[in-house]
């Protein structure tokens, strides 16, 4: 690849992960990035095309809490019809406005517009802030706070909305994320008593409850903050901080033994705002 450089030249400033897919990550730090942790290498792509990223990232009013909120519209997925052993990456951005979707695409050298645009009129519903797409099968799936999902085909680069619904509570905690164990969309809602895992039926389209927890950790100390962080299947992340202490702490709960376990320290600071 061009541009091929390590992570020790990258800049220390501040890093947003806005994807991963096939040991890859999309990361944005003065600059738009696919990196490879593994062999610590990265690859510099140009964003000037794309309409988002330059809005988001170079826009006049970008702010640091609109920018991660607007960042959850990027997608990065593995293109799998190409016919070649050399991967190669899509990025997807979804742009909103009202009850329309449109899709930007890149494989890393141009940007382009999608054929494929998305109106909602019997569902006026908006993209759930700070949660990012899941990839399953060849699609990636955004979504929206009404439960319903906004669908885009890497392959064939054709969009639908599935009309799942969930209407969450208020002061609810959701995770959007997929279920590597049954290979399943799944969506997490945590309120202070329970923690509910909710499958996606495919042949209804129904978002179907499928276990509940008890949430053991919120206790009578005050919070700055709680989150359901990290779901797969055999285990869930929840990721706390009380007000008076200077670094939260990651919960772990296995699904197969139905207990809490493992807990660690953590100080990072914000949920995608990371320091390379």
């Not at 091929?4 to 994807?19: D, E, H, M, Q, W």
């Not at 960042?71 to 991967?87: N, W």
């Not at 049954?182 to 945590?190: A, D, V």
């Not at 179907?208 to 008890?214: G, N």
């Amino acid at each position: 690849m061009s541009h091929v450089k390590t992570f020790a030249s990258l800049p220390r400033v501040n890093c947003y992960i806005l994807g991963s897919c096939s040991g890859h990550l999309l990361l944005y730090t003065s600059g738009l990035y696919v990196a490879n942790p593994l062999t610590k290498r990265f690859r510099l792509l140009d964003h000037s095309g794309s309409m988002l990223l330059t809005t988001i990232f170079s826009g006049p009013n970008n702010k640091a809490n609109d920018t991660e909120e607007r960042a959850m519209c990027v997608g990065f997925a593995l293109d799998q019809s190409r016919e070649t052993t050399i991967k190669r990456f899509k990025i997807i951005c979804i742009l909103e406005t009202h009850t329309t979707y449109a899709f930007e695409i890149s494989d890393g050298n141009s940007w382009r517009f999608s054929e494929t645009i998305i109106t909602t009129t019997n569902s006026k519903s908006e993209l759930t802030k700070r949660m990012k797409p899941v990839y399953v099968e060849g699609t990636l799936h955004w979504l929206r706070n009404d439960g319903s999902i906004i669908a885009f085909n890497i392959e064939t680069e054709q969009a639908r909305l599935i009309p799942s619904v969930f209407h969450p509570e208020p002061e609810m905690k959701l995770l959007f994320t997929l279920d590597d164990k049954i290979n399943r969309l799944t969506l997490i809602s945590g309120t202070k008593k329970t923690i509910s895992v909710h499958t996606l039926m495919g042949d209804t389209s129904k978002w179907v409850l499928a276990r509940q927890i008890q949430n053991v950790l919120i206790t009578d100390s005050e919070l700055e903050y709680w989150n359901v962080v990290a779901y797969d299947g055999k285990h869930m992340v929840v990721r706390d901080k009380e007000k008076d202490s200077s670094t939260g702490v990651a919960h772990v709960y296995n699904m197969e033994d139905n207990r809490w376990g493992a807990w660690w320290p953590t100080a990072c600071q914000a949920k995608y705002n990371l320091d390379v």
